[in-house]
């Protein structure tokens, strides 16, 4: 009886990846072939054929060259930007929910988004024109800032060699209000400046280059390999820290190594794409009601909806005033405050 609802159990999962990345794929899609300048399908489907070996050399180029430039490095960069921010955000998500037993918790919940929009802020504020490992000084200042403050928050909770999880989750909550305060500070005597601060902060997809890409993605794939692997600890961490440690497992190492890279991949994604609030929040509490509460398929689950959900929702941002765009954390927020509110309700109603 057991060995057959195992079975049934693997096969509902692989079902449910399978069917995410086929919606995935098909987001890919839409969001390509969407935008203000009309490019059709048939020239992208051609000019990605172009690209590849062997095939290419046989299809001749009958596409406008401004088209070309459009898709490969405006379009393409920013998709897989929205998948990789997509997936870590949601992971993060997932992981802190977990960590903390708190369903509120999000990938923010530390002070890493205070972190990064001080350190976007004064980048803009002093108009810096720094390069440096090809990151911008908005996107290096942000990371530096959303970083730093998480490893503060670290050692003002570590107790000898203990994180008190009560003690992180009040420094971060201290700090973030104290970072807060000097952010809107900047914002008070920026000038001209303010619109760009206020666009970074409300997050966006609009600058992203190849150059974005290549900056973030080994250290978020790295991150996400990372918690994936510890997703049977996460499990056990649900059931208490004092079951978890009779079931062998060191929990002070494994909270370490889970807060470090959930906030890593929090960290690389806010300093490229500004604070996009809510997928972190959302994308595991829908997963969990259509997977369970099981980390081995939430997390890839929530990963692969989290993509869905924020290259969709990028593509809304671009479409629906076009040409002019939205900030993504404007449609994300539109879905993610109603669903929040539902989640208290729900919440509300199971406590009487």
């Given amino acids: 009886m057991d060995a057959a609802n195992?079975?049934?159990?693997?096969?509902?999962?692989?079902?449910?990846?399978?069917?995410?990345?086929?919606?995935?794929?098909?987001?890919?899609?839409?969001?390509?072939?969407?935008?203000?300048?009309?490019?059709?399908?048939?020239?992208?489907?051609?000019?990605?054929?172009?690209?590849?070996?062997?095939?290419?050399?046989?299809?001749?180029?009958?596409?406008?060259?401004?088209?070309?430039?459009?898709f490969f490095n405006i379009r393409l960069p920013r998709v897989i930007l929205g998948i990789l921010i997509g997936s870590a955000l949601a992971i993060a998500g997932t992981t802190y929910q977990a960590i903390f037993k708190n369903p509120m918790a999000d990938p923010y919940i530390i002070g890493v988004s205070s972190g990064a929009a001080l350190g976007a802020n004064l980048a803009i504020l002093f108009g810096l024109s720094f390069t440096y490992f090809g990151l911008s000084p908005i996107t290096f200042l942000a990371f530096l800032g959303s970083i730093s403050?998480?490893?503060?928050?670290?050692?003002?909770?570590?107790?000898?060699?203990?994180?008190?999880?009560?003690?992180?989750?009040?420094?971060?909550?201290?700090i973030g209000a104290f970072l807060s305060a000097i952010t809107s500070f900047t914002m008070y005597i920026a000038g001209d400046k303010l619109h760009q601060m206020v666009y970074w902060m409300m997050g966006g997809l609009w600058t992203s280059s190849w150059d974005d890409v290549r900056a973030v993605v080994v250290f978020i794939i790295i991150g996400i390999l990372i918690i994936f692997a510890y997703s049977r600890e996460l499990n056990l961490l649900l059931m208490g820290d004092e079951t978890a440690q009779?079931?062998?497992?060191?929990?002070?190492?494994?909270?370490?190594?889970?807060?470090?890279?959930?906030?890593?991949?929090?960290?690389?994604?806010?300093?490229?794409?500004?604070?996009?609030g809510f997928v972190g929040l959302v994308i595991p509490h829908i997963m969990r009601l259509i997977v369970?509460?099981?980390?081995?398929?939430?997390?890839?689950?929530?990963?692969?909806?989290?993509?869905?959900?924020?290259?969709?929702?990028?593509?809304?941002?671009?479409?629906?005033l076009s040409p002019t765009e939205m900030p993504v954390g404007i449609i994300t927020a539109l879905f993610g405050g109603p669903f929040f509110t539902y989640l208290l309700l729900k919440r509300?109603?199971?406590?009487?």
């Fill in 6 to 70: 195992t079975e049934n159990r693997y096969k509902r999962w692989v079902t449910v990846i399978t069917a995410l990345t086929a919606i995935l794929f098909v987001s890919v899609i839409i969001s390509s072939v969407t935008g203000s300048a009309n490019i059709s399908k048939l020239d992208i489907l051609r000019m990605v054929a172009h690209k590849l070996p062997l095939i290419g050399d046989g299809i001749g180029v009958s596409w406008k060259e401004s088209s070309e430039i459009i």
């Fill in 149 to 174: 403050v998480t490893f503060l928050v670290y050692n003002i909770s570590k107790i000898g060699k203990r994180v008190h999880i009560e003690t992180l989750l009040l420094s971060g909550i201290a």
């Fill in 246 to 276: 009779s079931l062998g497992i060191d929990v002070n190492k494994v909270k370490k190594i889970l807060l470090g890279a959930s906030s890593l991949i929090t960290a690389f994604s806010v300093s490229v794409s500004g604070l996009i």
């Fill in 292 to 320: 369970g509460p099981d980390h081995r398929i939430l997390l890839p689950s929530s990963a692969l909806f989290g993509a869905i959900f924020l290259v969709l929702a990028d593509t809304a941002a671009r479409s629906l």
């Fill in 348 to 352: 509300k109603r199971s406590m009487f």
